[in-house]
């Protein structure tokens, strides 16, 4: 994570000490879950510190990747009133052998943020709406570390620092129905961020912003389920061009797409329809080739709300060219 060096007293240095938490935001929120669905189901808890009550490691793990896309979506909204750019690459995500080590870097990153939150010298009495946010977030933040610590405690103590994470099987990720959920997991991941850049882009109209907004947001859940479908099927989520280290942990800088160029409305809403009307081809594919049974229920949900997103889609560019003077 780059720092912040000297006092923070001009709209230059408080957007880009705004993008290098954005930045750092848009990878947690991604790693975190990587992790989670990469673990075991139902067999680690620990003492919630905040909660006060034993909880399941994995569901915290994936409540706190959720917390880090809301964060995501404040930095950008504010980075967009204030005249500036969102960034929408990414620090590295790892996802290490040993859920152990996945904890430990969890626990290491959400410290290294609350630094930068709590310590840019942001000069008194200078933009304090945005030195109240970042303060805000950077108590979210304490939070996470509070409840990672307990995390890796619980795993220690209970033996399981050994415990190794669960492996992709290349013989089930060959079968056609697991090739098209990796596939279409690929697709709900860039469409969730596409969505959420027009949410940033258009969020001083709120009508268009919580539409998309939605739409965003059925993508990350269906990710989200998707993941545990394949955990179910017996392999584990691709990390998106990952290079294998050392020491056999998998790296990503790219595990989402990270071009998104500044677009008007219509152009907005015209890359998002034929992205959708893939995703509704891949999910028709994937249930031609299923059983039925509650994956097939699941997927066949997933799909009737695909349909939805295509409806609104089509409705909203057909709005948008009926009214005369609307970017």
Same mark, same amino acid.
């Given at each position: ?9 001009? &709209? ?18 991604? #790693? ?30 994936? &409540?706190?990747?959720?917390? #880090? ?51 840019? +010298? ?8 945005? %030195? ?135 152009? +907005? ?37 695909? %349909? #939805? ?19």
């Amino acid at each position: 994570m780059k720092k912040i060096s000297g006092p923070i007293e001009d &709209q230059k240095t408080v957007l880009e000490l705004m993008n290098v938490a954005l930045e750092h935001e848009w990878a947690v929120s991604l #790693e975190y879950l990587i992790h989670a669905y990469s673990m075991a189901k139902g067999k680690h808890f620990y003492e919630d510190p905040v909660m006060q009550q034993r909880t399941d490691v994995r569901a915290q793990t994936i &409540q706190i990747g959720i917390d #880090e896309m809301y964060h995501s979506l404040q930095l950008g909204i504010v980075i967009t009133q204030m005249g500036g750019e969102p960034s929408f690459r990414t620090d590295e995500v790892i996802r290490f052998p040993r859920v152990i080590d996945n904890l430990k870097r969890d626990k290491r990153t959400e410290d290294l943020v609350t630094d930068l939150y709590q310590n840019s +010298a942001i000069k008194e009495g200078f933009f304090p709406e945005v %030195r109240n946010m970042v303060l805000n977030i950077s108590y979210d933040e304490v939070r996470h570390s509070r409840q990672f610590r307990a995390m890796i405690e619980a795993v220690e103590n209970s033996g399981g620092a050994d415990e190794r994470l669960i492996q992709a099987d290349p013989g089930i990720d060959g079968r056609d129905d697991v090739r098209l959920v990796h596939e279409i997991m690929m697709l709900e991941n860039d469409l969730m961020h596409r969505y959420l850049r027009s949410t940033i882009l258009f969020s001083g109209h709120q009508d268009l912003s919580q539409r998309l907004f939605k739409n965003s947001i059925d993508h990350m859940r269906h990710w989200d389920k998707n993941a545990g479908a394949l955990v179910r099927l017996g392999t584990v989520m691709r990390l998106e061009n990952a290079e294998r280290g050392a020491k056999g942990e998998e790296v990503s800088r790219t595990p989402m797409p990270a071009d998104y160029p500044k677009l008007d409305r219509r152009p +907005a809403l015209e890359i998002l329809l034929p992205a959708e009307r893939a995703l509704v081809a891949k999910y028709e594919a994937l249930l031609a080739c299923v059983p039925p049974g509650d994956l097939h229920a699941q997927w066949r949900l997933h799909l009737a709300l695909k %349909r #939805e997103h295509v409806f609104t889609l089509e409705r909203l560019l057909e709005n948008a060219g009926r009214v005369t003077g609307l970017k």
